[in-house]
């Protein structure tokens, strides 16, 4: 499976940006992970029967899926300089919804895109 993300830039705090990604056949789930720089990488959010977010994303990001056209977008509000990283689509057909936040328990991860927040 090949994804293609795309969407990052850069925009002042505040902002909002929106991040897509196509897969290139259906999986199970399909996701978010982040990595800042000097930081580890971390869940941000994935959609497997229904949504799941890391704490500091709820209520500011939104995560949703087009089956049929086997994308997965992320809508990203009220954005704040922390957030700033690559962005990594993700996707796995046999991921166990206790290890969404672990990334061993993706398979398939995008090339990543640069979302950059100004303050």
């Known amino acids: 499976v090949q994804l293609q993300a795309s969407g990052g830039g850069l925009v002042q705090a505040g902002g909002s940006l929106r991040l897509s990604c196509a897969a290139s056949e259906r999986t199970t789930a399909m996701g978010w992970f982040r990595q800042a720089p000097g930081k580890e990488r971390e869940f941000v959010a994935a959609?497997?029967?229904?949504?799941y977010y890391e704490d500091s994303v709820k209520g500011r990001f939104t995560i949703s899926r087009d089956n049929a056209k086997n994308t997965v977008a992320l809508q990203m509000n009220s954005l704040q300089p922390e957030d700033t990283a690559v962005y990594y689509c993700v996707a796995a057909n046999t991921v166990i919804v206790s290890t969404l936040h672990r990334g061993t328990a993706w398979t398939y991860w995008g090339q990543g895109t640069q979302v950059t927040v100004s303050s």
């Open positions: 959609f497997r029967w229904r949504e």
